[in-house]
T-cell receptor, first 117, second 116 residues
Framework: AQTVTQSQPEMSVQEAETVTLSCTYDTSENNYYLFWYKQPPSRQMILVIRQEAYKQQNATENRFSVNFQKAAKSFSLKISDSQLGDTAMYFCAFMKLYSGNTGKLIFGQGTTLQVKP | DTGVSQNPRHKITKRGQNVTFRCDPISEHNRLYWYRQTLGQGPEFLTYFQNEAQLEKSRLLSDRFSAERPKGSFSTLEIQRTEQGDSAMYLC??????????????FGPGTRLTVT
């Protein structure tokens, strides 16, 4: 069975600074996707960034980038130039890929990020 | 495209009552998921539909839970004889499956259930 672990329950960062959220996972699969989702207070979850395990290049989406270390089973999220709107709970999620896969997500426990003015 | 919608947004019920939640996915999405999220935790997978077929159910989904997706459009999740442990946020998500699909799931706002 796959597991996802986020060891930082809470983090804070000053506006305009950079912060890194950690995620590790355990799987025997070789083909999978990893995701970071953002859940703002009282708002719905939205996708921040996605990484395909077969790609060596780290994914980047504007101010968000990941450090994907497949051998170490590590998938951290870096937020540059933090903005007040980045305040949210962030979830790391795993999805295994195989023929006929259901696409269900396995989530970590989440990290609450507060961006301070 | 208005995104994934869920109704009701909040539900308070007494222990032992039955409740039903509805999810309307993004119209062209053939995959639909239900997750349960308790306070301060990540969502946990409950069940999955591809079109109208329910193809996977978690062990978390006890006999008191049933889900349907008639005609492959909206979905309902019913909980019978609710217990206090059922109090949680119930999230629905949809995605477009098939070759070339990005597997990205789009989430609804959730239904918060409180069992008193």
């Amino acid at each position: 069975a796959q597991t996802v672990t986020q060891s930082q329950p809470e983090m804070s960062v000053q506006e305009a600074e950079t912060v890194t959220l950690s995620c590790t996972y355990d799987t025997s699969e070789n083909n999978y996707y990893l995701f970071w989702y953002k859940q703002p207070p009282s708002r719905q979850m939205i996708l921040v960034i996605r990484q395909e395990a077969y790609k060596q290049q780290n994914a980047t989406e504007n101010r968000f980038s990941v450090n994907f270390q497949k051998a170490a089973k590590s998938f951290s999220l870096k937020i540059s130039d933090s903005q007040l709107g980045d305040t949210a709970m962030y979830f790391c999620a795993f999805m295994k890929l195989y023929s006929g896969n259901t696409g269900k997500l396995i989530f970590g426990q989440g990290t609450t990020l507060q961006v301070k003015p | 495209d208005t995104g994934v919608s869920q109704n009701p947004r909040h539900k308070i019920t007494k222990r032992g009552q039955n409740v039903t939640f509805r999810c309307d996915p993004i119209s062209e999405h053939n995959r639909l998921y239900w997750y349960r999220q308790t306070l301060g935790q990540g969502p946990e997978f409950l069940t999955y539909f591809q079109n109208e077929a329910q193809l996977e159910k978690s062990r978390l989904l006890s006999d008191r839970f049933s889900a349907e997706r008639p005609k492959g459009s909206f979905s309902t999740l019913e909980i019978q004889r609710t217990e206090q442990g059922d109090s949680a946020m119930y999230l629905c998500a949809s995605s477009l499956g098939g070759p070339g699909a990005g597997y990205e799931q789009y989430f609804g706002p959730g239904t918060r259930l409180t069992v008193t």
